[in-house]
């Protein structure tokens, strides 16, 4: 069904755009580093860092272990609200490492956003986004058999943080290798070797 735009409608929709733009808010995460927690499964789990943050787990057989990593967008992330929802902005680089392991591989871990927040000109000082990933280690069949896979729940989200009596969410929007142009909500990595994406998200 197709809508049909009056003379009025137009004009009205002009006059809310002329308003809600002169009261536009600029959200900014500043300085953002990462960790991983509350990692469910794996055998011989260990993590490192915050910028890039780093999580390994496996029992290496030469190549090392499998992990992820998280490497903050720099210099910052900034969101301009409306649109309401935001458009999606790099929060910074996922890289899964995929090496052939012994022992248990994890099924879900939690990367923790640490940030000095910011809305508009007030510094809301430093605030905490908790995002919950779940692991899909497939079998280890060699030639770089089969893809594991990353994913995260539609609409993942984080903590609220309120501003003037205002609520906003953080929420993750997905993964992508091509800046952006194509967003999706599973990471699919191959046996043996390295693969980055971005990840995005909204408020």
Not at 138 to 155: H, I, K, L, R, Y
């Amino acid at each position: 069904m197709f809508k049909r735009f009056t003379a009025l409608s137009v004009a009205m929709s002009a006059a809310l755009l002329a308003s809600t733009s002169a009261n536009a808010v600029v959200i900014t995460l500043d300085n953002i580093s990462g960790s991983w927690q509350n990692t469910v499964g794996g055998s011989n789990v260990n993590t490192s860092g915050s910028d890039p943050a780093v999580i390994r787990w496996g029992n290496s057989t030469g190549e090392g272990q499998s992990g992820y990593s998280f490497n903050s967008y720099d210099p910052y992330a900034q969101f301009t609200l409306p649109p309401n929802p935001t458009s999606y902005v790099e929060l910074g680089t996922f890289t899964h490492m995929n090496n052939p392991i012994t022992g248990s591989a994890i099924t879900s871990t939690q990367l923790k956003l640490t940030t000095t927040l910011w809305v508009d000109s007030s510094n809301l000082g430093s605030k905490s986004f908790v995002f919950n990933f779940l692991h899909n280690e497939t079998p280890n069949g060699g030639g770089g058999c089969c893809d594991d896979e990353v994913t995260f729940a539609s609409n993942n989200s984080s903590s609220t943080f309120s501003v003037g009596g205002v609520e906003y969410t953080l929420y993750l929007a997905g993964f992508s290798r091509d800046n952006g142009a194509t967003i999706l909500s599973q990471f699919d990595s191959r046996e043996g070797g390295d693969r980055s994406a971005k990840l995005y998200g909204y408020i």
